[in-house]
């Protein structure tokens, strides 16, 4: 495996947070419709006609708890992008988290190669 420099994986990092801070604005969730009747028995959801539609953001929590924002109509457009920001925000964290683990390795890696020198 090709050993990248620690120079490099930092300056990977500062290209990422430069991304990041060009981000829009952005809801940290899923936009999911949602098939549902709507309570009126006389409607034709309830007598096997088409369901209503209705969009939901999905929050995914802490401990798994999962958290339910009904959205307007509206809205939907915007919340939208909202959601689809948060995909690229959450993939520019990932990167950033990956490469940070990356130069503790690589600079344990050079520690050692230094010290196995110093051995010699
Ligand atoms: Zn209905």
Redesign the pocket.
């Known amino acids: 495996m090709r050993q990248i420099s620690i120079a490099t994986l930092e300056r990977q990092v500062k290209t990422r947070i430069a991304k990041l801070g060009q981000c829009e604005p952005f809801i940290m969730g899923s936009l999911v419709e949602s098939k549902r ?4 028995k006389k ?4 007598n096997g006609g088409e369901l ?1 539609s209705a969009w939901i953001i999905t929050k995914h929590g802490v401990g798994n708890k999962t958290r339910s924002i009904y959205v307007p109509v509206a809205m939907l457009p915007e919340v939208r992008k909202w959601a689809d920001e948060y995909k690229k925000v959450k993939e520019l964290l990932q990167e950033i988290d990956e490469l940070s683990e990356q130069i503790i390795a690589a600079t344990k890696a050079r520690k050692k190669a230094i010290t196995a020198g110093a051995s010699k």
């Open positions: 009747k709507c309570g009126n409607c034709a959801c309830a209503h």
